[in-house]
């Protein structure tokens, strides 16, 4: 495939190197130095392009979607803190007839412990002695707090049926690729549910398999729906 990378920094470095690795051609880079007011979401730069693959800014990430909707372009959407018009994306991706993988994490591992939270929050929906936190840490360059991630396990948890309060707490320090915490406290006992990441290598092949999957397809689909 060609794929075009939407915002240059660390991660979409990371995606380009594993990108090559796996056989494709990279078409476009756009980053703040040439997009910072989408100049570069042009029919003639996107020419050729099978999917790009957005990792950019909060601000940024609807107009990115929009822009790149009309032109017909399949997308990956890694970037976080954008999600309050989620209902409008859908919309512009049906619209368009254009295909959009969309996940607030692309690690395998994130997205089995997603579904392993609500496997938790429904056993524990209906006993109100267990009371619900959810926690974690990244890297002081991390634009979000919470982080997408972290949302949402909250939101599986809700929709398994968890509908007590959850306390939500955020740390930025040094650079810790991401650590997500959910736990259950009683009088009795406590039990935490922890993922820690080594690195943002599986964030970013996880990006990269998106893409392949999504070329040539329709619709506004999530990470985990097409894992498993």
């Known amino acids: 495939m060609k794929i075009a990378i939407v915002g240059y920094g660390k991660m979409g470095k ?44 909060p601000h940024a990430a609807v107009g ?14 890694g970037t976080t803190g954008w999600t309050s018009q989620i209902d409008h994306v859908r ?7 254009v295909g959009l993988v969309w996940s607030p994490n692309y690690s395998v ?24 936190w959810a926690w974690e840490i990244h890297h002081s360059a991390k634009k979000d707090a919470p982080s997408g991630t972290l949302l949402k396990l909250v939101e599986e948890m ?7 309060n959850v306390d939500i707490g955020s740390n930025r320090a040094g650079t810790i690729a991401g650590t997500h915490e959910i736990g259950f406290d009683s009088a009795a ?13 599986g964030f970013a092949l996880g990006a990269v398999k998106a893409a392949e999957w999504v070329a ?7 990470f985990g729906d097409i894992l498993f």
Do not use: C, W
């Open 14 to 57: 990371m995606i380009e190197r594993i990108a090559l690795e796996r056989g494709h051609g990279i078409g476009l880079r756009l980053d703040e130095f040439n997009n910072a007011n989408y100049e570069g979401m042009t029919a003639e730069n996107f020419a050729g392009i099978d999917v790009a693959i957005d990792f950019s800014v």
């Open 91 to 97: 919309e512009v991706v049906e619209r368009n007839k």
């Open 109 to 132: 591992g994130v997205n089995a412990f997603f579904r392993i939270v609500a496997e938790a929050a429904k056993l524990l929906s209906a006993t109100p002695e267990y009371e619900g």
């Open 189 to 201: 006992d406590t039990i935490t549910l922890r993922h820690t990441a080594r690195s943002r290598d």
């Open 216 to 222: 040539g397809k329709q619709g506004f689909h999530e």
């Open 64 to 77: 990115n979607i929009e822009r790149m909707s009309a032109l017909g372009i399949n997308q990956v959407v």
């Open 158 to 164: 809700r929709k398994a049926g968890y509908d007590r």
